[in-house]
């Protein structure tokens, strides 16, 4: 069985990092894409990145672009979410997601961690 599960999210001032772990287990991931997507309270679920398992080929939403990266380590099963300049609109529960690469639907999610950003 598939489980992600997240680790990393907190409390930072406007202008600082973080950098969230989604540990992936349960399966080898070799054609999949690894994803971290975010809501923000009183708003829908959005995508923020993410990342082809095989290939390393990334995405990023426009708002995080020079931002945050999507590192990963295949070795140990995990992706990363670097977030640096971090703003109070990035506040949000973040969440890690996978799915087989050829489809659209996103099959497994983490449980999500917080992500608190200050002014």
């Known amino acids: 069985q598939v489980q992600l599960v997240e680790s990393g999210g907190g409390l930072v001032q406007a202008g600082g990092s973080l950098r969230l772990s989604c540990a992936a287990s349960?399966?080898?991931?070799?054609?999949?894409?690894m994803g971290w997507f975010r809501q923000a309270p009183g708003k829908e679920r959005e995508f923020v990145s993410s990342i082809t398992w095989s290939g390393g080929i990334t995405y990023y939403t426009d708002s995080v672009k020079g931002r945050f990266t999507i590192p990963r380590d295949n070795a140990k099963n995990t992706v990363y979410l670097q977030m640096n300049s971090l703003k109070p609109e990035d506040t949000a529960v973040y969440y890690c997601?996978?799915?087989?690469?050829?489809?659209?639907?996103?099959?497994?999610w983490g449980q999500g961690t917080q992500v608190t950003v200050s002014s």
């Open positions: 349960g399966r080898t991931f070799s054609g999949y894409v």
């Open positions: 997601a996978a799915k087989i690469a050829t489809l659209l639907q996103w099959n497994y």
